[in-house]
């Protein structure tokens, strides 16, 4: 399955891509759709399609500016240019950029689903040729590339005469000159144990990372992989390696076998230091241990009491190391209003799959909210016997009980209460950005031109950055959480008013009424039809 992403600032072009193909039975997936090249590529930054169909011609960011971003920082997407006849000298120029394949308007279902299946296989060749191990193993041996290795290797380790750095580094084709630098370092392992699944994963990115010029990588043992990242400022620096950091997650673990765990050294402005930032990234590595789950820790985060794995009983740690393995704990960690409602109703969609015995399934479900908030507030240094004793009562439970109304009255109170406890509580880094950037969400979701950039700017961290801790934290993409943020409200909408579909559609932020019906349908199983029939 190929995943594929559609940008066109004309509404029945998206809708006649969306609709007019058979998507499942193709082959191919649809993974969303933008109507300018500057949303776009916030949105492609979360969603990572195979295949990006985008129009030439656009307001704000055009096609061409849009392939060439691609190029640069998603190097694996394959771009099919729409174009209309006389926008040829544009063609040319995305042709130049190294396009798959270029359509003129107007084209027909057949004639966009064989530039779909050419650029397919394209993708097959490509993935077979990145994951010829041979070919890696051959590279590796070749003079030029273990001078390199050795050279980069020596540098990082703080075993290169500074005084010959570089002219040596000239000799072998490295430009190391720069005012900023940063060491990553990322581990590549297989669950299993699978040593071909590894070096599978080894070998596409030794040949994804040939292709960065703002990195200098190579492999130390046979997992692990170390890139020298240059910045001309250190904005430069952080976003060029937290894409790259991304990109390694994507392209490695396109195996599920896979798993990496990236570290980021602290920024050095000297190549002389660049051991510093080195020691920094493997020091965090090995803090790691054998853990299996893929993510991204920088170094600079860390200097700021944001470890991660920290078992600080401290309750202004500022990351909460929950580990009870209880799915209603980690989602209290940073739920927010607009998720109240939402566990509200999953709630009573249980309740309802059991008609007649409302009143069990309501004291199990409103019993194991408050088993999760008591562990929530323990966490963070509390006693509920002490702060909110009348929920731990028989008789808290016997009232909730009684009906629907009272159910979710209940419910609410006691997420609300765990809500206002866990918010004056958090302070730190990665707290304070996750509420503030669900805060931000929660006003302006309603916003068209509310992205992973907008949200970024508020809580004033690069897009990359923030979009990498945003899904480690909330066990979610940022595109997700605002769709889901967006469909709640329409939700909340088709029952509370008499507002036309359409009208819900642009109250949460859809530009376009027949993608929301889309959207809302894949998420729910329901049109928007039949999800207000169904109150």
């Known amino acids: 399955m190929y995943s594929v992403f559609v940008v066109d600032d004309e509404p029945i072009v998206l809708e006649g891509i969306r609709s007019k193909i058979d998507w499942e039975s193709s082959g191919f997936a649809f993974a969303g759709e933008a109507t300018d090249g500057e949303i776009a590529l916030s949105m492609l930054h979360e969603v990572?399609?195979?295949i990006l169909i985008t129009d030439i011609k656009m307001p704000f960011m055009d096609g061409l500016q849009l392939a060439q971003a691609v190029k640069r920082i998603q190097p694996w997407i394959k771009i099919i240019i729409l174009s209309g006849h006389d926008e040829f000298d544009y063609a040319k120029k995305a042709i130049s950029i190294g396009i798959e394949d270029y359509l003129l308007k107007p084209f027909t279902p057949d004639e966009l689903l064989k530039s779909l299946q050419k650029t397919a296989v394209q993708i097959d060749k490509e993935?077979?040729?990145?994951?010829?191990?041979?070919?890696?193993?051959?590279e590796l041996k070749s003079t030029e590339a273990l001078k390199k290795k050795e050279f980069l290797n020596n540098l990082v380790h703080g075993s290169e005469d500074m005084s010959?750095?570089?002219?040596e580094s000239q000799e072998l084709g490295l430009n190391l000159i720069s005012r900023f630098y940063k060491v990553l370092i990322s581990r590549i392992k297989s669950r299993t144990d699978n040593i071909h699944n590894q070096e599978e994963a080894c070998s596409l990115l030794n040949s994804y990372?040939?292709?960065?010029?703002?990195?200098?990588?190579?492999?130390?043992?046979?997992?692990?992989l170390v890139c020298i990242f240059k910045g001309s400022t250190r904005e430069e620096l952080d976003e060029s390696i937290f894409h790259a950091a991304e990109a390694i997650a994507h392209i490695a673990t396109k195996n599920d076998d896979c798993t990496v765990l990236t570290t980021i050294g602290k920024t050095v402005e000297h190549l002389s230091q660049l051991n510093l930032?080195?020691?920094?990234?493997?020091?965090?590595?090995?803090?790691?241990?054998?853990?299996?789950?893929?993510?991204?820790?920088?170094s600079e985060d860390l200097e700021e009491g944001l470890n991660p794995d920290s078992n600080a009983n401290s309750s202004a740690t500022g990351i909460l190391d929950l580990k009870e393995n209880d799915p209603l704990v980690e989602r209290?960690?940073?739920?927010?209003?607009?998720?109240?409602?939402?566990?509200?109703?999953?709630?009573?969609?249980?309740?309802?799959?059991?008609?007649g015995q409302f009143s069990v399934f309501a004291s199990y479900l409103l019993v194991d909210l408050i088993f999760a908030v008591s562990k929530l507030v323990e966490k963070l240094g509390g006693d509920i016997k002490k702060l909110k004793p009348e929920i731990l009562q028989r008789k808290f439970i016997d009232d909730a009980v009684g009906d629907e109304k009272d159910f979710r009255k209940k419910v609410e109170q006691v997420l609300s209460f765990a809500l206002e406890y866990r918010d004056s509580k958090m302070t730190g880094k990665y707290g304070d950005v996750i509420l503030k950037a669900k805060r931000y969400i929660e006003e302006h979701y309603a916003d068209q031109n509310t992205t992973l950039t907008t949200v970024a700017e508020a809580v004033a961290?690069?897009?990359?950055h923030f979009s990498t801790i945003f899904s480690q934290e909330c066990k979610t993409?940022?595109?997700?959480?605002?769709?889901?943020?967006?469909?709640e409200n329409a939700k909340r909408l088709m029952r509370e008013t008499e507002m036309k579909g359409y009208d819900i559609a642009y109250e949460c932020g859809f530009s376009d009424p027949h993608y929301f019906s889309y959207i809302f349908k894949k998420n729910t199983g329901l049109s928007p039809r039949e999800y207000r029939l169904s109150f």
Not at 218 to 224: R, V
Not at 461 to 464: F, G, K, R
């Open 127 to 138: 993935r077979k040729q990145l994951s010829d191990i041979s070919r890696l193993k051959e």
């Open 277 to 298: 930032s080195y020691e920094d990234a493997k020091k965090i590595l090995e803090m790691g241990g054998k853990e299996e789950k893929n993510r991204i820790i920088s």
């Open 332 to 355: 209290l960690k940073y739920a927010g209003k607009n998720d109240i409602s939402a566990i509200i109703d999953e709630s009573m969609e249980l309740i309802k799959n059991n008609p």
């Open 461 to 464: 961290l690069s897009p990359n």
């Open 164 to 167: 010959d750095v570089m002219q």
């Open 48 to 50: 990572k399609p195979d």
């Open 209 to 224: 990372s040939a292709s960065w010029e703002q990195a200098e990588c190579f492999f130390h043992h046979s997992n692990l």
């Open 477 to 487: 993409t940022f595109i997700e959480y605002l769709t889901n943020v967006r469909l």
